[in-house]
């Protein structure tokens, strides 16, 4: 079941109670309406369902209509809540248990992200880095299927970004992470390009989670395939904030980039090891169904670029040992140790 989407436009506000759907106390329909958005939401039954009433009630926030303002970030977005089968998920990568993702979709929109064509499978109208589905009762069924469930490491992020913009309004991630709190004999780790991971730091030290920050450069010309992340630079200082709050950390420099990280191997690793990460990973780019011509489409305008990700195309194997030697001959200059995932 889904309920109306919310399309932000420019200098809309949103009522915080849209942010907080699956806390709405039973029985209570609420609409809550904007200058040029309209957010209709309803109760929770039984913990899984999420209603939206056939006649809407115009209603304002207690004690003053009082609503949030929108981050320019959002600015033509279209956030549409959903309800989830399930939370924990068996996951498929090395190490790694279980994955959870408490969004279908993701509005950072990197163009090189393997997760698109997964969430166009199951939302074919889904335009990635523009819309988004938040899970508003995963963290619900989360504390369910854990009880049941053994032990293990529990990532969250591995097909889409928990602290992605809309994060700040629904607060699914922290909720998760609130619900593993309660649940100790599971191993925690995360991956952002988010900043925002620093709101959630105290109960992110109190189960001893894992944060990874992934980037892939640094400064302007890694936006044109990032087009909503926050800078490279943002999330480092973040990285370098939790590490020296005593948390366990790792830079993902992934995907490596033809043009970009090969370009700056020197200079990304120098400001990789100031954030004293407690570790770091690399991995290499990969052409999941339909990626290539989303880069080629997104470096349009850019002829270098364009040519460095034909060289990559064309021999992958050759450039990743060509980039590989150079990043490991500059980690060894800075007392670094990579672990290359390719």
């Known amino acids: 079941m889904t309920v109306p989407s919310l399309v932000v436009r420019e200098n809309d506000t949103f009522c915080p109670t849209a942010g907080r759907a ?3 106390s ?11 958005a309209r957010v209709r939401i309803g109760c929770v039954a039984r913990d899984q369902y999420l209603t939206c009433p056939e006649t809407p009630v115009a209603w304002a926030h207690r004690g003053g209509g009082a609503l949030g303002r929108l981050g320019p970030e959002l600015v033509g977005a279209v956030v549409r809540p959903v309800f989830a089968k399930s939370a924990l998920t068996r996951s498929k990568i090395e190490g790694i248990d279980y994955a959870v993702n408490p969004y279908y979709g993701c509005l950072h929109g990197c163009r090189y992200c393997y997760a698109a064509w997964m969430t166009r499978r199951r939302f074919p109208d889904h335009v990635w880095g523009l819309h988004v589905h938040p899970k508003v009762n995963i963290h619900r069924l989360l504390d369910r299927e854990l009880s049941s469930a053994r032990p293990g490491l529990v990532e969250l992020g591995t097909s889409t970004d928990p602290y992605q913009p809309v994060e700040s309004r629904f607060q699914l991630t922290r909720r ?8 100790p004999g599971f191993d925690v780790a995360l991956l952002t390009k988010s900043p925002l991971v620093l ?3 105290e109960v992110l030290r109190a189960i001893d989670a894992e944060v990874g920050f992934s980037l892939s450069g640094l400064g302007d010309v890694v936006r044109l395939l990032e087009p909503r992340a926050p800078p490279g630079e943002a999330r480092l200082a973040a990285l370098r904030r939790l590490s020296s709050e005593g948390l366990r950390t790792f830079a993902f420099i992934s995907p490596v980039l033809p043009g970009i990280t090969d370009r700056q191997v020197r200079s990304l690793l120098r400001s990789v090891a100031e954030a004293r990460p407690s570790r770091v990973l690399v991995d290499a780019l990969r052409f999941r169904p ?14 270098e670029l364009l040519r460095e990700l034909g060289s990559y195309a064309s021999d992958q194997a050759g450039w990743l040992q060509r980039v590989r ?3 490991e001959e ?3 200059g800075l007392g670094l140790t990579l672990e290359f995932l390719f």
């Open 22 to 24: 699956a806390r709405v």
């Open 199 to 201: 709101r959630d730091l």
């Open 330 to 332: 500059a980690a060894e």
């Open 290 to 303: 339909g990626v290539l011509r989303s880069m080629r489409s997104a470096l349009s305008g850019s002829p």
């Open 325 to 327: 030697a150079a990043m």
């Open 176 to 183: 998760c992470l609130e619900v593993l709190s309660h649940h």
């Open 26 to 36: 039973a029985c209570r329909n609420i609409s809550a309406a904007s200058t040029a």
